[in-house]
């Protein structure tokens, strides 16, 4: 295929893909202006710091210098090498691309995820069979329907200790690599008579599985897959793939603990959930949260373990500047249990009308207070008072204070008095943390005829009459890297009538320096709208910079030079060049 056709459909592509949208699914963004901002996936942000632009369809971190079109975002975020890339994205366009090779690159972990693929296939397939009847019966029992096992993907592990490893073995796979990665343990079916879920990774792949015993056999419940090359318990969150979409439009989180809460709040309607394999988040699987979106709803278990792990996994995220409510679930049931014990619409109602996490401390400083000590009545009112100064809605203050007022038949004033001394204390914020867009990129020292020939370069990107003039020769530029991005400008128009610095990033992506330059180029965020006359100050720069180089070479030249009349001639040319008559 003639490389002129391939790039022709590379661009229909592109074209058809809005780089906000595909963006959105992989990093909750807000508008301010014209363009959308969100956290930069490709650093460790905190404040949201990359700029997606619907206009030029390129995206850039003011950070980290993270920048490009849609190809290279979904590239980098899924470490896909660009046919990859451009075959998903095509799919998602619905663009064919029956002409194009395709050569998946060699990852050295490909086979890892094609053994857990094929093993998959397997536990798929046993659950579908006579011997998957009892563990069918079972899932069927706990309210697990057929659709539900489909739509979750799950399967089993026959009571079998070596078929799986045998299957894979006939494949020709090697047995140390089936122990390392966690489906054989001393060369024996890690996994033997469980139901089996799987668990992906960021990119929707097959990376371990979670085998639940079913059988009445007194055995651990739960088996996971253990630390491997591909998989890291604290480094993922299970259903993050699929529910991308469905955090997106409700731009918030509903985080449970385990993943058979996920599954059943996913089948009453609520998709927007994640949940931990354990209780304690990691530092991974927060930012993963922050890339999301800032709202997060508590939803753990409602035992004293899962209470426990509200409050410590409450108080990070808030610390990172989430705005975080939770979720109550009676009885100290988990909300799988809730939901079939109390029904959907119940379950539904306790996450629109989840509470603010400060709600929440103050009602879990109760536990195990005994109201008829005056010291522990005490050290419980000081506890409530200090997670109150730590709320700045006035309103909600007086309602606390007067609430402990009334039930401890203690003054208003009093209870004000030592409020005002946590409050001289507690380090000023906002009740909701807002949005931080950091919109001007870190400060970058440039002299000023490196920002007029880098302005010059940004016009010729998007002004036809720019272009015009570096062909007449008007300008020049002084690095060879910016007159090989100049003539890849001049180029690509006239190959294709029209430059878009969307569709130029995917024609320069093997050439490593000349997208960085153009990196640099692009955050400038110069106006578009340009005078002829601004642009011949640029030039007049341009030109002065030439001339000051020139003077410096042949200052060099003379220095060199033993022959006195070849040293008034250089001089003599220097003089000229000096009034501008050179």
Request: charged share 30%; hydrophobic share 35%.
């Amino acid at each position: 295929m003639e490389n002129h056709e391939t790039n022709s459909i590379i661009l229909e592509v592109r074209k058809k893909l809005d780089i906000v949208q595909v963006i959105s699914q992989y990093v909750s963004l807000v508008k301010k202006g014209k363009n959308y901002f969100g956290v930069c996936p490709f650093h460790d942000d905190t404040n949201p710091s990359m700029s997606v632009s619907p206009e030029k369809q390129i995206y850039r971190c003011f950070s980290c210098g993270a920048s490009g079109n849609v190809f290279s975002f979904v590239q980098e975020f899924e470490h896909l090498s660009f046919k990859e890339t451009l075959y998903q994205l095509a799919e998602k366009a619905g663009v064919q691309l029956q002409n194009i090779s395709y050569t998946k690159k060699n990852d050295q972990y490909d086979k890892f995820y094609e053994i857990y693929q094929i093993s998959h296939n397997y536990y798929l397939n046993n659950l579908q069979t006579n011997l998957g009847k009892k563990a069918k019966a079972y899932l069927h029992e706990r309210s697990i329907s057929d659709e539900m096992i489909k739509e979750f993907q799950i399967g089993l592990s026959l009571d079998i200790p070596d078929d799986l490893i045998q299957l894979l073995i006939k494949k020709g796979y090697n047995l140390s690599d089936l122990n390392m990665i966690g489906l054989a343990n001393s060369n024996r079916d890690l996994y033997c008579s469980r139901i089996m879920f799987p668990l992906k990774d960021l990119s929707g792949r097959i990376v371990g599985f979670s085998g639940r015993r079913y059988d009445g056999i007194k055995d651990n419940k739960y088996v996971n897959t253990k630390g491997t090359p591909i998989f890291q318990k604290g480094t993922i969150l299970y259903n993050y793939f699929d529910a991308r979409e469905a955090i997106r439009k409700k731009n918030q989180v509903l985080l449970m603990e385990g993943f058979m809460a996920a599954i059943r709040s996913i089948t009453v309607g609520v998709k927007n959930v994640v949940s931990l394999m354990g209780t304690a988040m990691t530092k991974e699987q927060v930012d993963l949260l922050k890339r999301l979106s800032n709202n997060v709803v508590l939803c753990l278990d409602g035992d004293d373990p899962g209470r426990e792990a509200t409050l410590l996994n409450g108080e990070e995220l808030e610390k990172k500047g989430f705005n975080v409510r939770v979720v109550e679930l009676s009885d100290g049931l988990d909300p799988d249990d809730y939901i079939l014990k109390y029904g959907a619409d119940s379950f539904r109602s306790l996450i629109e009308n989840a509470i603010s996490f400060s709600d929440f401390k103050i009602r879990s400083l109760r536990k195990g207070v005994n109201f008829s000590s005056d010291k522990e009545v005490s050290n419980y009112i000081n506890q409530v008072l200090i997670e109150a100064s730590k709320i700045t809605d006035e309103i909600r203050r007086e309602l606390i204070l007067k609430t402990l007022a009334k039930d401890y038949d203690i003054g208003y004033n009093t209870l004000e008095k030592r409020l005002s001394t946590y409050l001289e204390k507690t380090p000023k914020k906002e009740s909701s943390p807002p949005v931080q867009i950091v919109i001007k990129p870190k400060t970058l020292k440039h002299n000023k005829y490196e920002l007029a020939e880098w302005s010059l370069l940004y016009y010729m990107l998007i002004n036809h009459t720019v272009r015009n003039w570096f062909e007449l020769g008007k300008f020049n530029f002084s690095t060879e890297q910016e007159r090989f991005l100049a003539s890849e400008i001049i180029y690509y128009y006239k190959l294709y009538g029209t430059l878009v610095p969307a569709d130029f990033y995917t024609y320069l992506q093997d050439k490593k320096e000349l997208l960085n330059l153009l990196n640099h180029v692009l955050a400038l965020e110069l106006e578009d709208e340009v005078s002829d006359q601004a642009i011949e100050q640029y030039i007049r720069v341009v030109r002065e910079n030439s001339v000051n180089l020139e003077i410096e070479r042949l200052k060099k030249t003379m220095s060199e030079k033993n022959d006195p009349l070849e040293k008034a001639r250089i001089a003599e040319r220097i003089r000229k060049l000096k009034m501008g008559s050179g």
